[in-house]
């Protein structure tokens, strides 16, 4: 097998250009978003901390993470050409799979932020000064890039020899396994145990962090400052809901309940919606950002 060929999104053609429609202006609201949060961290010094460093690095990802997948997506619904290289195939499997790792482990790092900033507030400048900061960016691209190269490996040194249609809108683990022509049952549990380590381990030690937030918040005496410390946090929160949510039901569910249409539709949740709400989601429910917004644009009117 030299090249794949991915089936339609679905299988009725009628609605093709609805969803081509419905996708793109997901993906550049997805891009408009994340590119405006990024503007904003950097050109505002307000916002130079390390929690909207962090934030910066996450909106990063999130365009990456989409521009993996949804571009080849898009000229699938307008072209006949369908079809992608074994190298493309490789290429796109390694940065989607680096992208989502890094992310996960990203998003570890900002839940401890949190923890440092509520819980040992007097020691935050010195818990999670810049060479921190930059030190965990740099272990969770690290350790996204390292097993992401093991991962992409192990998949493409297995022989395919026939068919060559992927059921999926991109090259993902389990349609890509159903390929190969050996007995793929070690590989799969090997894929199974990387992806427990690699979401579950990051999303217990962002549970650890929470409780010992809420341990903190639940012993401050004002409901005021409760509701005040506990919204410094709640963005985050809901955004580690929506990755992790889709994450855990795609990848860590039985293969009992495995479905092609089921499975592309949760991948597309994944690639897509949480990239697309998250800068909806800090800019709603942070005032800072809002006010940086509104300088930026007040700076821009007044030019």
Same mark, same amino acid.
């Given at each position: 097998v030299t090249y794949f060929q991915f089936l339609p999104f679905s299988s009725i053609p009628e609605i093709q250009g609805s969803l081509f429609g419905l996708v793109l202006l997901m993906y550049l609201s997805t891009?408009? /978003?994340?590119?405006? !949060? !990024?503007?904003?961290? *950097?050109v505002d010094v307000a916002?130079?901390? =390390?929690?909207?460093?962090? $934030?910066?690095?996450?909106?990063?990802?999130? %365009? /990456?993470? *989409?521009?993996?997948?949804?571009?080849?997506? @898009?000229?699938?619904?307008? &072209?006949?050409?369908?079809?992608?290289?074994?190298? /493309?195939?490789? !290429?796109?499997?390694?940065?989607?799979?680096? $992208?989502? %790792?890094?992310? #996960? #482990? @990203?998003?570890?790092?900002?839940a401890y932020d949190r923890y440092v900033a509520i819980c040992h507030p007097l020691h935050y400048m010195t818990m999670m000064s810049w060479n921190v900061c930059f030190l965990l960016s740099a272990v969770s691209w690290l350790i996204g890039v390292l097993v992401?190269?093991?991962? &992409? *490996?192990? %998949?493409?040194? $297995?022989?395919? #020899?026939? =068919?060559?249609? %992927?059921n999926h809108f991109f090259c993902d683990l389990p349609p890509l396994l159903k390929l190969a022509c050996v007995d793929t049952y070690k590989n799969e549990i090997t894929t199974y145990i990387i992806a427990v380590l690699f979401i579950m381990i990051p999303f217990l030690l962002i549970i650890v962090s929470y409780v010992q937030i809420l341990h903190t918040i639940f012993k401050m005496p004002s409901a005021s400052d409760k509701r005040k410390t506990f919204s410094t946090c709640s963005s985050h929160l809901v955004v580690v809901t929506l990755f992790y949510g889709s994450g855990i039901v795609t990848y860590l569910r039985p293969k009992a309940h495995y479905s092609s249409s089921n499975n592309k539709l949760l991948s597309l949740s994944c690639t897509l919606m949480s990239p697309m709400t998250n800068p909806l989601i800090y800019s709603l429910?942070?005032?800072?950002?809002k006010q940086a917004l509104k300088r930026l644009i007040a700076k821009n009117t007044s030019m």
């Open positions: 891009l408009v /978003g994340n590119i405006l !949060i !990024i503007v904003i961290t *950097t916002l130079h901390s =390390p929690m909207y460093f962090f $934030l910066k690095n996450l909106s990063f990802l999130e %365009i /990456g993470y *989409t521009t993996s997948t949804i571009p080849k997506m @898009l000229v699938k619904f307008l &072209t006949q050409r369908k079809s992608i290289s074994f190298l /493309g195939r490789a !290429i796109q499997m390694y940065a989607f799979s680096l $992208l989502g %790792i890094t992310e #996960c #482990c @990203l998003l570890a790092a900002m992401a190269f093991g991962q &992409t *490996t192990f %998949i493409f040194t $297995l022989p395919y #020899c026939g =068919p060559n249609r %992927i429910r942070n005032k800072e950002v």
